[in-house]
C-alpha cells in the first residue's frame, strides 16, 4: 500500500529568484527533491522583504518588487508575498511582520488543500515566523538549522529568545551538521530533539574533470586556489590573500560578492599580488562544476558555518579543500585524500598549500569521500522525517 499524500508548506526566506538566481539555491535543490517524491506535494512560501520610500527605489529593492507574487520556478509551485523590511535595525521584529504578512496568503492555500506541516528553511527569522503561522493554523512545524542563523542570530538577544521559543514548540530541528547540532543545544535547544540532515549533492553534475583541459577553458595555467563564497568578513578571503606572497605560483580565485571586495581588493594591491587575485562575481551554480575542476585546491577558510556546500561540491569534483576547524569540516576531511583543516593562521595555511600542491591524491580518491552524499538520500530522509511527525 503507498504511503498517503503528505502536503508540505515550506517557508523560505534563502529561496532564488530572478534577480538572484544562486540565493540559497541549497533549499531550492532539496525542496525539488522532495517534491519529485511520489506522494509528496511541496508549496514553496518564500517571503520578499521591501522596504520604506525612499529605499525601496533603489536597484536593489526595485528588482524585487518586479518579481511576480506567484510563480513555478524550476517546476516547483512558489508564493512571493511582500514583506515591510526595516534594514539594519529590523532584525528583532521581522518574524512579527512576516507571520502577519504571510497569512492571509497560507489561511487562504490551506482552506483550498490543506497542509500535513510547515517546513521552516532557516532558523531565523523563518522559525519563529512558522511558529506564529502554525499556531494559528492548527499545524505542526519543524526548523532547520543551516549556521550563520545559529552564529549570528543567536548572539543576538531579542532574536535568541525567539529562536528557542521556536526550538521548544517545533515538532522537530533540523541541523546541516553534528557541530551545528551542538551549537544548537550549546544556545539551550533540546539536543535530542534535534537531527543532522546533511545536504545532498548532484553527482552527475559535480565530477571529477581533466583539470589542464578545464583550466585551459578557463585562460588559466599554473597552480589555481578557488574560493566559492560571499565576499564577507566571516568567510576570512583575507587570509587566503595575505597568503599569496609566500605562494609565488599560485593565483587565487574568489567566486562571490559582498561588502568586503573593495577591502579585498585594496589588500592585494597593498601587498602586492593583485594581478594573482581574480574577481568573479557572483558565478551561475551550473558553472560551479568546471571552476571547481579546474581548480587545484578549493579554500573556504571561514570563521563559522553549519556545512558549507561548496566543501561538498569541490570534493566531488576532485578538489581537495583546505578549511578552518568550524561547524562540519571534521566530518568532510576525514582523511588526508579530502584536504587539510587549518587553525586561522597564514604560516600554516601555506604549508597546507604546498603539501596538497606536491602532492596531490588523484581525483577519483577526493571525490570518494563524498560518494555518500545525494540530493535522492537528502529528500529521503527529509520526507522520512516529516511523515514521522505527521503520524505522531
Known amino acids: 500500500m503507498s504511503a498517503p499524500n503528505l502536503r508540505v508548506l515550506t517557508l523560505a526566506t534563502l529561496f532564488p529568484n530572478q534577480a538572484q538566481p544562486n540565493f540559497g539555491i541549497f533549499v531550492e535543490r532539496q525542496t525539488a527533491g522532495l517534491a519529485a517524491r511520489p506522494g509528496v506535494d511541496v508549496t514553496i512560501v518564500n517571503p520578499v522583504g521591501i522596504p520604506p520610500w525612499p529605499l525601496n527605489r533603489t536597484a536593489r529593492y526595485a528588482s524585487?518588487?518586479?518579481?511576480?507574487?506567484?510563480?513555478?520556478w524550476r517546476g516547483l509551485n512558489v508564493y512571493r508575498p511582500r514583506f515591510m523590511l526595516i534594514p539594519k535595525i529590523g532584525g528583532s521584529i521581522n518574524p512579527v511582520i512576516i507571520a502577519n504578512a504571510l497569512l492571509p496568503v497560507i489561511r487562504r492555500l490551506h482552506a483550498e488543500t490543506p497542509f500535513d506541516l510547515i517546513d521552516a528553511e532557516f532558523f531565523y527569522p523563518d522559525g519563529p515566523a512558522a511558529m506564529r503561522i502554525a499556531d494559528a493554523l492548527g499545524l505542526p512545524f519543524t526548523i532547520k538549522a543551516r549556521g550563520a542563523d545559529i552564529h549570528h542570530w543567536g548572539n543576538i538577544a531579542a532574536c535568541c529568545k525567539q529562536m528557542l521559543e521556536a526550538a521548544n514548540k517545533a515538532s522537530g530541528l533540523l541541523a546541516v551538521s553534528a557541530a551545528l547540532r551542538a551549537d544548537m543545544a550549546a544556545l539551550g535547544m533540546v539536543?535530542?530533539?534535534?537531527?543532522?540532515?546533511?545536504?545532498?549533492?548532484?553527482?552527475?553534475?559535480?565530477?571529477p574533470r581533466d583539470r589542464k583541459a578545464e583550466k585551459a577553458k578557463l585562460g588559466l595555467s599554473g597552480s589555481v586556489m578557488l574560493c566559492v563564497g560571499a565576499l564577507i568578513p566571516r568567510k576570512n578571503q583575507a587570509l587566503l590573500i595575505e597568503a599569496l606572497p609566500q605562494l609565488s605560483a599560485v593565483t587565487l580565485l574568489l567566486a562571490g560578492q559582498g561588502e568586503s571586495e573593495a577591502d579585498y581588493r585594496a589588500l592585494a594591491e597593498r601587498i602586492g599580488v593583485?594581478?594573482?587575485?581574480?574577481?568573479?562575481?557572483?558565478?551561475?551554480?551550473?558553472?560551479?562544476?568546471?571552476?571547481?575542476a579546474a581548480a587545484d585546491i578549493m579554500a573556504l577558510v571561514s570563521k563559522s558555518e553549519g556545512l558549507a556546500n561548496a566543501w561538498v561540491e569541490a570534493l566531488a569534483c576532485g578538489t581537495p579543500v583546505i578549511a578552518s576547524n568550524v561547524g562540519g569540516a571534521p566530518e568532510l576531511i576525514r582523511s588526508p585524500d579530502a584536504g587539510r583543516i587549518i587553525a586561522d593562521n597564514i604560516t600554516v595555511l601555506?604549508?597546507?598549500?604546498?603539501?596538497?600542491?606536491?602532492?596531490?591524491?588523484?581525483?577519483?580518491?577526493?571525490?570518494?569521500?563524498?560518494?555518500?552524499?545525494?540530493?535522492?538520500?537528502?529528500?529521503?530522509?527529509?520526507?522520512g522525517y516529516f511523515r514521522g511527525i505527521t503520524a505522531r
Open 191 to 207: 539536543s535530542d530533539k534535534i537531527i543532522v540532515h546533511y545536504t545532498g549533492l548532484d553527482q552527475e553534475r559535480f565530477a
Open 350 to 383: 601555506v604549508n597546507a598549500v604546498r603539501e596538497l600542491l606536491e602532492n596531490p591524491s588523484p581525483p577519483e580518491r577526493v571525490a570518494a569521500q563524498v560518494a555518500h552524499f545525494s540530493w535522492a538520500a537528502n529528500a529521503e530522509a527529509l520526507e
Open 274 to 292: 593583485a594581478e594573482r587575485v581574480h574577481f568573479l562575481g557572483n558565478v551561475p551554480h551550473d558553472d560551479l562544476p568546471g571552476l571547481f
Open 64 to 72: 524585487a518588487q518586479k518579481l511576480p507574487l506567484h510563480e513555478q
